[in-house]
């Protein structure tokens, strides 16, 4: 789009609905380029920092509710974990990534939904935070994390031999022929690895992009209802902000179980 | 300003996407109707394919506002 099309278009831009960039802003007025998202991170960061103090120190005393509450989030990730990978022992070896991917993307998300109450009440606000995971450099990160870390447990578990060759040269099969498509299904397997990263960082950041989307359409569309200038109709996108705390927790528990499932095939025996 | 010129194609996406839903919903209702024992293992698996199936048409919809 050309400039003197945006200038045209200035006055105008602000009866449309307010969709949001595909990535994080520089906040104004910093001498250093600081993104919104890396803001609303330090924002999850803190809650986050400030529940792990009060859990540290309820773990301490004798029985507190806070004490069972974490005890009881604990107990239900790590049977969640075992059910993903498979066995208890891997399960806990890998408690740390997949308990983190669950924890931090699902807090990251309801900071953002709780977010959206910030922007529509001053709406300058948007200029300083976004959610997290609606920014692809987040995702993308965290999909490269769990892939790599895959992929460096199957190079630790079988062997840099041993792995790679059952991508790039997958020799089995009875007949010449089932060799050969057992070599090109490897291949396959091998683009597969990159196209994970992709798949896992794009699910999450296209779930949180959109709903954050539909969210401001549905404010615009109940900003037009005439209501005497309170614009109360704007409550017509609680719905789809519910919805979205069901989106928040389904796609912090599909990162966690995609990335298990990747952990699992580094993990297990092969079976040929 | 988002042009709208892509909305019919970005729509298509949608299509495919709730079909895909509606027939894994299905699958899993009639997976639970035969073996209701087996509910929480299929709900959790049917999760993971609602998940997958809805990126097409997520990518469809981001699509519309990406393209300017």
């Not at chain 1, 520089?26 to 986050?48: C, R």
């Not at chain 1, 507190?64 to 107990?75: H, P």
């Not at chain 2, 469809?60 to 990406?66: G, K, M, Q, Y």
């Amino acid at each position: 789009m050309s400039t003197e099309h945006v200038e045209t278009h200035a006055t105008a831009e602000h009866q449309g609905p307010h969709i949001p960039a595909t990535m994080g802003s520089a906040i104004p007025g910093l001498p250093y380029p600081i993104t919104t998202t890396v803001v609303s991170t330090w924002i999850v960061m803190f809650v986050l920092f400030s529940l792990v103090f009060v859990l540290n120190r309820a773990l301490k005393r004798e029985s507190s509710r806070m004490k069972t509450f974490g005890l009881d989030v604990i107990r239900r990730l790590d049977a969640f974990i075992t059910g993903t990978i498979g066995n208890k022992k891997d399960a806990r070896g890998y408690f740390w990534l997949l308990g983190t991917f669950f924890v931090f993307i699902f807090t990251a998300n309801i900071v953002g939904l709780l977010l959206d109450w910030a922007i529509l009440v001053s709406p300058k606000a948007a200029e300083y935070v976004r959610p997290v995971n609606s920014d692809l450099n987040t995702t993308l990160v965290m999909g490269l994390t769990a892939v790599v870390v895959a992929q460096a447990t199957g190079i630790y578990r079988k062997g840099v031999k041993t792995h790679f060759g059952h991508y790039l040269a997958n020799y089995h099969g009875d007949t010449v022929a089932e060799r050969i498509i057992a070599v090109f299904v490897g291949w396959l397997h091998f683009v597969g690895e990159f196209v994970r990263v992709g798949s896992l960082s794009m699910r999450l950041f296209l779930n949180i992009f959109v709903g954050a989307t539909l969210i401001s359409v549905a404010v615009y569309v109940g900003s037009l209802i005439p209501s005497f200038g309170t614009g109360i109709f704007r409550i017509i996108s609680m719905p789809f902000w519910f919805f979205e705390l069901l989106v928040a927790f389904l796609q912090a528990y599909i990162f966690a179980t995609l990335s298990g499932l990747y952990l699992r095939e580094a993990v297990e025996e092969v079976s040929h | 300003m988002t042009n709208l010129t892509f909305l019919p194609l970005a729509l298509i996406g949608v299509i495919g996407s709730g079909i895909g839903i509606g027939l894994i919903g299905m699958g899993a209702l009639q997976a639970i109707g035969r073996n209701p024992s087996a509910s929480g293992d299929i709900n959790a698996k049917m999760l993971t394919a609602i998940a997958l199936c809805e990126v097409p048409g997520l990518l469809a919809f981001a699509a519309l506002f990406i393209i300017k």
